[in-house]
């Protein structure tokens, strides 16, 4: 009877523990509906994230599938597993958040881990005492006076680039448009804002290539690791295993580290990012926050990372639109070929800005194809929103859902169409502006939107100038976005067919 009754309290014990662990992963989940906004019924375990944890849908289109439902809704609420989270699609109601009400937003919410992950500090991920101190100091980087000088670095590695594409053509084959892209950006960044060489174009075994692909690799470790992160970061502590792989860690680290000491012992000054971060660093007494190592190597990773990844893969996407539409190819070459022209051969920064027809096609593979899915932020204090009068409380995590805003046919007619037309100056001032969000918008937009703008133009303007690029068989048509990246990508990637011009008219 003892051991009989033994059994039955363990069981009991276990029938109870059950019973709270189901009560626990499901005690947040009315939380939306207690305060009026509507929203898709949770999972327990998975929240409304149940597709995109078991790597089935990528995070833009299915933010859209979870708002599509509420078509009138100036918000959706949904849970991120157990955590609520608010999808805000008012544009008013997102100028308040990102613009007018910015101070009581000015966090992104993002986990961070430094003594984990050394390189998640930075402007991105920071917290408000440390973003405001550093932004203004990093910004004067990114003004036109700045763009205008590193202008012809740049170009130089565009005119590389140029050559290496003519090689590549030669052989006949699809290109993959998503890795020479990358590897163009990355010179560019290279040169740019560490002074160096990185040779990504000329060396297959480009160490900053490797890495950068080793970035955005996320398997199914990284991706366990990021829910872990987010869902339970005590756990991701004890666990103690980086998203982030050691050895990219590590490099970026000995890079940005022996780059400082050599241009001390040199006295070497370029005006760029890194001369920038070691002035900050070597003037601790005008900073109210500690100024470590980690703090001044992330600044650097992080304009890295977002400097290559999303303006390689705008150019691409842009170079997909144009591949399905050979009318609107032919007529922004006619411009670039007209701009040519007009300045003896030469591309400019000037030049540039004056390509109107380039301008509208950028911002439109952009709106149709943003590579950043949704912008974050974080309440800091209790805030109410205005009209419909929903408190939210301290903590609660808002997203902006870009793509869902860049799709939605009340702002774009027939979203899915590539149409540059949309941004001619007639229909730019028909639209609300928090309706076009691939930078993000208010004091923490991003910091580095010119120097994309013109690197992206830059590569555009090369590949167009000297080729007819079109689909091939190894073309993803429709397009696919990946369910395992965090930033836009495709399933298959994007091959096209690069013919050289002179071959194409003769």
Known sequence: MVGDLGLVEVLCALGLVCI???????????????????????????????????????????????????????????????????????????????IKDFSTFSER???????????????????????????PKLSPAFTSGKMRHMFSLILECANYFEEYLNRLADK???IDCREITAKFTTDVIGSCAFGLQMNSLADEDSEFRKMGRKVFQFDRRSRILMT?????????????????????????????????????????KRGDLIDMLMEIKDSPEK???????????????????????????????????????????????????????SNNGNISYESIKDMKYLHMVFQETLRLRPPVYFHMRKAIEKYTFRDNGITIPKGQRVWIPVWEIHQNPEHYPNPE????????????????????????????????????????KLGLIKILANFKVDVCEKTQIPYVPSPKGILLDTTEGIHLKFIKLDQSQS
Not at 109 to 135: A, D, I, Q, Y
Not at 435 to 441: A, M, V
């Open 417 to 456: 169409v590539f149409d540059p037309e949309r941004f001619s100056a007639e229909n730019i001032a028909a639209r609300h502006p928090m309706t076009y969000l691939p930078f993000g918008d208010g004091p923490r937009n991003c910091i580095g939107a010119r120097f994309a703008v013109y690197q992206t």
């Open 20 to 98: 709270w662990i189901w009560y626990y992963l499901g005690a947040t989940y009315g939380f939306w509906k207690n305060l009026g906004v509507p929203g898709p019924e949770p999972l327990k375990l998975y929240g409304n994230f149940k597709d995109i944890t078991l790597g089935r849908a990528a995070f833009g289109p299915a933010l859209k599938e979870m708002c599509d439902p509420y078509p009138e809704a100036a918000m959706v609420g949904i849970y991120a597993r157990r955590t609520p989270i608010l999808l805000l699609r008012d544009p008013e109601l997102i100028k308040d958040v990102l």
């Open 228 to 268: 872990i992160r987010n869902a339970a970061p005590w756990l991701y502590q004890l666990l103690g295993k980086p998203v982030l792989p050691k050895e990219v860690t590590e490099f970026f680290v000995s890079t940005v580290k022996q780059t400082m000491d050599y241009r001390r012992e040199n006295n070497v």
């Open 287 to 341: 900073s109210d926050c500690e100024l470590t190592d980690n703090l001044i190597t992330a600044q650097a990773f992080v304009f890295f990372v977002a400097g290559f990844e999303t303006s390689s893969t705008t150019i691409s996407h842009a170079l997909y639109e144009l591949s399905q539409r050979q009318d609107l190819q032919d007529k922004l070459r006619k411009e670039i070929n007209e701009s040519l022209k």
């Open 172 to 174: 006949g084959e699809p």
């Open 109 to 135: 919410g993002t986990p961070v881990n430094e003594k984990l992950e050394p390189l998640s500090v930075h402007l991105f991920n920071l917290e408000s005492k440390r973003w405001r101190f550093l932004r």
